[in-house]
């Protein structure tokens, strides 16, 4: 099977967590800030939470289309991203999508959560669906 890319993000950060990010097209110019400091500027994990809610808001509409419905007004995705540490994993990140489709036949409402779930590319990478490559330049 082959795959198509669609689009592909370019971002140059500098600095690790208190620097500051910059997509090549200039759309997203931000300052980075460590959780937990006064620093003004957001973090990796906010980032993250935001990916993942607006791509799976996204896999929800096309769930819908497809099972011929709309969304109903006031569908939400609210995203936590918790940055742990320990000492068998050392650092690593623990997320968790909570959906608001008010108005909804609870089984309606859950068949299109499972399938958005399946569609979503954020959820896939979650479950180890990603492709990954770590270089040195």
Known sequence: MTSKTLYTAHVHTIGGRDGAARS????LDIQLATPGTKRPGTNPEQLFAA???ACFE???A?????AGIGLPNGTAVDAE??????????????????V??????PQMAQFLVSSADAICPYSKMT???????VALA
């Open 51 to 53: 990916g993942w809610s």
């Open 62 to 66: 096309r769930a819908a289309s497809q």
């Open 58 to 60: 996204g896999a929800l």
């Open 100 to 105: 608001s489709l008010p108005g909804l036949d």
């Open 81 to 98: 991203v918790d940055l742990n540490l320990d000492d068998a994993e050392g650092f690593h990140l623990i997320a968790r999508l909570t």
């Open 127 to 133: 479950r180890g669906g990603i492709s990954a490559h």
């Open 24 to 27: 090549s097209d200039g759309h």
